[in-house]
Each structure stands twice: as C-alpha cells, then as structure tokens.
C-alpha cells in the first residue's frame, strides 16, 4: 500500500518507520536535534505547501528519509491504516 503525503510524494506504508506530530515532538531539545541532524544530512524533503503539521520517517532498506508534510499525523495514520491513499 501506498501513502500520499502532499506535493505529489507517496511512499511505501512498508517503509514508514513513524508518523509524528510536529508541534507536540518538536518541543524536546531531543527531537530538534534530530531534525537539525536529518536537516544537515539531506535527509528531509518537504511534501508541505502551507506550515508542516507532521513529519514521517522512512526507511527503504538503504537510507533514512524524512517527510514534512501539511496534513496532522492523525490523519495519517488513518489514512495509512485505512489504506486510502
């Protein structure tokens, strides 16, 4: 199955590592640094076109991705869950 995040960009639902709220994690000095990090290394491609609300880790067997994406990560998950794409 197949998640549609935003901006054309769809990823595997095998690949999907986590779905997280952005506001909620982004308030640990643990969880920035990460995101610093995946920053640095390229790692993040934004599928927003407004403010990102969530941002979904990816792994495809060979490297990390991590996805800015629009939508909450409750919608996300059902989405994902649901297999709507």
């Known amino acids: 199955m197949y998640l549609h995040l935003g ?4 990823v595997n639902t095998a ?3 986590g ?3 952005l506001d ?3 308030q640990s000095h643990i969880t920035r640094k990460y995101l610093s990090m995946a920053e640095k290394a390229g790692q993040v ?6 403010i990102p609300k ?3 880790v990816c792994w ?4 990390r ?3 800015l994406c629009q939508m909450a990560a409750a919608t996300l998950l059902r989405r994902a869950e649901a297999g709507i794409l």
């Open 7 to 10: 901006k054309g960009r769809v």
């Open 15 to 17: 690949e999907i590592i």
């Open 60 to 63: 495809d067997g060979k490297e």
């Open 19 to 21: 779905i997280f709220d």
């Open 45 to 50: 491609i934004n599928a927003s076109e407004d």
């Open 24 to 26: 909620i994690t982004s």
């Open 54 to 56: 969530s941002f979904v």
């Open 65 to 67: 991705s991590l996805y």
